[in-house]
C-alpha cells in the first residue's frame, strides 16, 4: 500500500480512490460520476468511509481529458530489455510529455532479460508486483495463468476507461483472439506493431555467382537444383578453386524454410499446418514432409549441401558466411540479403519464392505482419491502488502518433512530423545502426501500441535500411504468405501436459529427420516412424493443438 492510504477499487465489482486525506481506512464502495463541463472532463467520484465510519468524497481522478488525475499519483511499471539496454527510453517525448499532461508519475523498474528468469520466479514467490508491467517477455501465458490472483482482469476497465484500445478491438478483432485467457476473460493487452513485413525468412541467393556461371534466377526447384550443382562443381566464387564454394549450409541443422517449396512453412514452431478449410496437418507426417526429406537427401548426396550443417555451430557458420577471402555460400533463407554476409552481402539479394512441385510457392509468414499481434504486452496487477488511473494512463499508448513513438522514437528526435499529417523516420546517428538506436529511443517491440492500417499510410520509412527495407523486400512474396497456426492460448493442463509431449516427439523428429537426410530411407522406414510418434503419445499433441485452435477461431 502506497501513502497513508489504501484504496479498495474493483471494476465490474465496486469501486473506491481515496486521496491521502489524514486517518482516512478502507472499506467497499460506490462510484458514481460528477460532470465538470467547464473543464471537459468527467470526475468520477467515490467514497469510502474513513476510521470514524464518515463518507468521504474523491473527485481526484477525471475520466476523459487531461489531466488524468488532479493531483500527483505514481505509479510502479516493471518492464525488460535485451541484454544491458539500459532505459534510456524513458527520455522518449511522448513519455516525458504524457507524464507532464496526465499527472502520473511513472516510477520504472528495468530488469535484464539476461537473468530474468531468475528474477522473475523470485518476484511471484514474493507475492508482491509494481502497478503495471510491460513487455510480452515479462511474463508469459503460464505466469499469468498459475498466478492469476496476482493480476487484474481487464475488460471492465477496457470498456469504461480505454476508449482508443476499445476501438483497437473492434478494428482488429485478432487483438481480442489473441489476448483472450481461457476463463474468457482478459488479464493482458495486446500490441499492434506498425508497417512489419508480412513475411519472414525468404530465399537469398548469391547473384555475384550467377553471373559468373551465366545462370539465371531460379524460380522452381528443377531450376535451382541446376543452379546449386553448377555452384558446386564450377568456380562460382572466381578465385581458382572450384571446390570451395558451400552452395547450402547450416548450424545444428538445416534451416527449414528449404521445404517451403512443398508447402511447408511454420514461423511459430508449433509444426502445425493450418489447411484452407481449417483444417490442421502435422507436418512432419505429411506426404509432403516425405518428398521434401527426399529432396534434401538428394542435395546432400550429391554434396550440394554442407556436409558439416549438422554438426558445425553458429560460429563455424558464420566464418564461412563471412570468409575474409572469398564469397564461400550460395543460397539460403533469411530476413534481408545483408543479414548474414557480411563484407560480401553486397553480392547477394532476395529472389521470388521457388515454386514447389505442384507449381504453387509458399513463404512462411502472417498477413497481419509477422510479429504483430502479440498478447501479454500490458498486465495491471492487484497490487495497483489506482487501477483506472493506470488504465487511462496505459491507453494513451494506443493511439497510432504514440504507437510509433513507442516503436522507433520520439517526435523531434527520430521521427519527423510533417504538416501534411505524415511522419518520417530520421537517419540514426553516424556510426549507430537504425536497429540499435530504435531500441535506445523506444520501448520498441515491447509495451502498449496499436496502429492501425488507415494510419500506416502516414508513416514514410526508407526503404535502403532497417524496418523500412524489410517491409519492402517481402512485398516480393506477399502473394505467397501461407496463414500461420496462431498465438493461441492453452490452458494450464495443457500447459502440464503439452511440453513433455512436444519436447520428446520434436526430439525423435529431428533425429529422424538428420538420419534421413544424411543417409536416406525414408521410404523404408515411413511407417515405424509414424507408429513410433503414434506411441510417444502424437495424437494427444495434436487434440491439443486442435482445442487450442478451436477455441481461438471461435
Given at each position: 500500500?502506497?501513502?497513508r492510504?489504501?484504496?479498495?477499487?474493483?471494476?465490474?465489482?465496486?469501486?473506491?480512490?481515496?486521496?491521502?486525506?489524514?486517518?482516512?481506512?478502507?472499506?467497499?464502495?460506490?462510484?458514481?460520476?460528477?460532470?465538470?463541463?467547464?473543464?471537459?472532463?468527467?470526475?468520477?467520484?467515490?467514497?469510502?468511509?474513513n476510521?470514524?465510519?464518515?463518507?468521504?468524497?474523491?473527485?481526484?481522478?477525471?475520466?476523459t481529458?487531461?489531466?488524468?488525475?488532479?493531483?500527483?499519483?505514481?505509479?510502479?511499471?516493471?518492464?525488460t530489455?535485451?541484454?544491458?539496454?539500459?532505459?534510456?527510453?524513458?527520455?522518449?517525448?511522448?513519455?516525458?510529455?504524457?507524464?507532464?499532461?496526465?499527472?502520473?508519475?511513472?516510477?520504472?523498474?528495468?530488469?535484464?532479460?539476461?537473468?530474468?528468469?531468475?528474477?522473475?520466479?523470485?518476484?511471484?514467490?514474493?507475492?508482491?508486483?509494481?502497478?503495471?508491467?510491460?513487455?510480452?517477455?515479462?511474463?508469459?501465458?503460464?505466469?499469468?495463468?498459475?498466478?492469476?490472483?496476482?493480476?487484474?482482469?481487464?475488460?471492465?476497465?477496457?470498456?469504461?476507461?480505454?476508449?482508443?484500445?476499445?476501438?483497437?478491438?473492434?478494428?482488429?478483432?485478432?487483438?481480442?483472439?489473441?489476448?483472450?485467457?481461457?476463463?474468457?476473460k482478459?488479464?493482458?493487452l495486446?500490441?499492434?506493431?506498425?508497417?512489419?513485413?508480412?513475411?519472414?525468412?525468404?530465399?537469398?541467393?548469391?547473384?555475384?555467382?550467377?553471373?559468373?556461371?551465366?545462370?539465371?534466377?531460379?524460380?522452381?526447384?528443377?531450376?535451382?537444383?541446376?543452379?546449386?550443382?553448377?555452384?558446386?562443381?564450377?568456380?562460382?566464387?572466381?578465385?581458382?578453386?572450384?571446390?570451395?564454394?558451400?552452395?547450402i549450409?547450416?548450424?545444428?541443422g538445416l534451416?527449414?524454410?528449404?521445404?517451403?517449396?512443398f508447402?511447408?512453412?511454420?514461423?511459430?514452431g508449433?509444426?502445425?499446418?493450418?489447411?484452407?478449410?481449417?483444417?490442421?496437418?502435422?507436418?512432419?507426417?505429411?506426404?509432403?514432409?516425405?518428398?521434401?526429406?527426399?529432396?534434401?537427401?538428394?542435395?546432400?548426396?550429391?554434396?550440394?549441401?554442407?556436409?558439416?550443417?549438422?554438426?558445425?555451430?553458429?560460429?563455424?557458420?558464420?566464418?564461412?558466411?563471412?570468409?575474409?577471402?572469398?564469397?564461400?555460400?550460395?543460397?539460403?533463407?533469411?530476413w534481408?540479403?545483408?543479414?548474414?554476409?557480411g563484407?560480401?552481402?553486397?553480392?547477394?539479394?532476395?529472389?521470388?519464392?521457388?515454386?514447389?512441385?505442384?507449381?504453387?510457392?509458399y513463404?512462411?509468414?502472417?498477413?497481419?505482419g509477422v510479429?504483430?499481434?502479440?498478447?501479454n504486452?500490458?498486465?495491471?496487477?492487484?497490487?495497483?491502488?489506482?487501477?483506472?488511473?493506470?488504465?487511462?494512463?496505459?491507453?494513451?499508448?494506443?493511439?497510432?502518433?504514440?504507437?510509433?513513438?513507442?516503436?522507433?522514437?520520439?517526435?523531434?528526435?527520430?521521427?519527423?512530423?510533417?504538416?501534411?499529417g505524415?511522419?518520417t523516420?530520421?537517419?540514426?546517428?553516424?556510426?549507430?545502426?537504425?536497429?540499435?538506436?530504435?531500441?535506445?529511443?523506444?520501448?520498441?517491440?515491447?509495451?502498449?501500441?496499436?496502429?492501425?492500417?488507415?494510419?500506416?499510410?502516414?508513416?514514410?520509412?526508407?526503404?535502403?535500411?532497417?524496418?523500412?527495407?524489410?517491409?519492402?523486400?517481402?512485398?516480393?512474396a506477399?502473394?505467397?504468405?501461407?496463414?500461420?497456426?496462431?498465438?493461441?492460448?492453452f490452458?494450464?493442463?495443457?500447459?502440464?501436459?503439452?511440453p513433455?509431449?512436444?519436447?520428446?516427439?520434436d526430439?525423435?523428429?529431428?533425429?529422424?529427420?538428420?538420419?534421413?537426410?544424411?543417409?536416406?530411407?525414408?521410404?523404408?522406414?515411413?511407417?515405424?516412424?509414424?507408429?513410433?510418434?503414434?506411441?510417444?503419445?502424437?495424437?494427444?499433441?495434436?487434440?491439443?493443438?486442435?482445442?487450442?485452435y478451436?477455441?481461438?477461431?471461435e
Amino acid at each position: 500500500m502506497k501513502g497513508r492510504m489504501k484504496k479498495i477499487l474493483s471494476l465490474g465489482l465496486t469501486t473506491a480512490m481515496i486521496l491521502s486525506l489524514a486517518g482516512c481506512g478502507n472499506s467497499e464502495a460506490t462510484q458514481t460520476t460528477q460532470s465538470e463541463p467547464a473543464k471537459e472532463q468527467a470526475a468520477v467520484e467515490t467514497t469510502a468511509a474513513n476510521d470514524s465510519g464518515e463518507e468521504v468524497t474523491d473527485s481526484n481522478f477525471n475520466k476523459t481529458g487531461m489531466p488524468i488525475v488532479n493531483e500527483p499519483v505514481t505509479l510502479t511499471v516493471l518492464t525488460t530489455r535485451w541484454g544491458n539496454m539500459g532505459d534510456s527510453f524513458k527520455e522518449n517525448e511522448f513519455i516525458k510529455k504524457l507524464e507532464e499532461e496526465s499527472n502520473v508519475k511513472i516510477e520504472w523498474q528495468v530488469q535484464s532479460l539476461n537473468d530474468w528468469s531468475e528474477q522473475k520466479g523470485i518476484m511471484l514467490a514474493g507475492g508482491e508486483l509494481p502497478d503495471i508491467i510491460f513487455g510480452f517477455q515479462t511474463f508469459n501465458d503460464a505466469d499469468i495463468m498459475n498466478n492469476s490472483e496476482l493480476f487484474l482482469p481487464l475488460d471492465d476497465l477496457v470498456d469504461q476507461y480505454m476508449p482508443n484500445y476499445k476501438a483497437a478491438l473492434e478494428e482488429m478483432p485478432d487483438l481480442k483472439k489473441v489476448s483472450t485467457f481461457p476463463d474468457g476473460k482478459m488479464y493482458s493487452l495486446a500490441k499492434n506493431l506498425p508497417l512489419r513485413p508480412i513475411s519472414c525468412n525468404q530465399p537469398v541467393i548469391n547473384k555475384q555467382w550467377l553471373d559468373n556461371l551465366g545462370l539465371e534466377v531460379p524460380t522452381n526447384l528443377d531450376e535451382l537444383y541446376e543452379v546449386l550443382k553448377a555452384f558446386k562443381e564450377q568456380d562460382a566464387n572466381g578465385n581458382g578453386d572450384p571446390n570451395d564454394e558451400i552452395p547450402i549450409s547450416g548450424a545444428k541443422g538445416l534451416n527449414m524454410d528449404l521445404l517451403n517449396p512443398f508447402g511447408i512453412t511454420d514461423i511459430n514452431g508449433y509444426k502445425i499446418i493450418v489447411n484452407e478449410d481449417n483444417t490442421l496437418t502435422y507436418y512432419p507426417t505429411s506426404e509432403a514432409y516425405k518428398e521434401g526429406i527426399k529432396w534434401l537427401n538428394k542435395l546432400y548426396s550429391e554434396g550440394i549441401i554442407d556436409a558439416e550443417a549438422f554438426t558445425q555451430d553458429d560460429t563455424m557458420l558464420s566464418a564461412k558466411r563471412q570468409d575474409p577471402n572469398v564469397s564461400r555460400v550460395g543460397f539460403e533463407y533469411a530476413w534481408s540479403a545483408d543479414a548474414n554476409f557480411g563484407q560480401w552481402s553486397d553480392e547477394y539479394e532476395i529472389i521470388a519464392p521457388i515454386a514447389g512441385p505442384d507449381g504453387k510457392a509458399y513463404t512462411g509468414g502472417d498477413p497481419n505482419g509477422v510479429s504483430s499481434i502479440m498478447r501479454n504486452e500490458v498486465l495491471i496487477t492487484k497490487f495497483c491502488e489506482y487501477p483506472e488511473v493506470a488504465a487511462r494512463w496505459i491507453d494513451e499508448f494506443y493511439t497510432g502518433e504514440a504507437s510509433i513513438q513507442n516503436f522507433w522514437g520520439g517526435i523531434g528526435t527520430v521521427i519527423t512530423k510533417h504538416d501534411d499529417g505524415t511522419y518520417t523516420l530520421n537517419d540514426p546517428p553516424e556510426g549507430t545502426s537504425a536497429d540499435s538506436w530504435y531500441w535506445d529511443s523506444s520501448l520498441r517491440d515491447f509495451g502498449p501500441k496499436y496502429v492501425s492500417k488507415e494510419f500506416e499510410t502516414k508513416v514514410k520509412l526508407s526503404s535502403e535500411s532497417g524496418d523500412g527495407l524489410k517491409y519492402e523486400l517481402s512485398k516480393i512474396a506477399e502473394d505467397t504468405v501461407t496463414i500461420p497456426y496462431p498465438n493461441v492460448m492453452f490452458t494450464n493442463e495443457e500447459n502440464e501436459e503439452r511440453p513433455t509431449l512436444a519436447t520428446d516427439i520434436d526430439k525423435y523428429v529431428e533425429s529422424t529427420r538428420a538420419k534421413w537426410v544424411t543417409e536416406g530411407g525414408i521410404d523404408e522406414e515411413w511407417d515405424a516412424y509414424i507408429e513410433q510418434l503414434n506411441a510417444m503419445g502424437l495424437e494427444r499433441l495434436i487434440e491439443i493443438y486442435t482445442d487450442a485452435y478451436t477455441r481461438y477461431m471461435e
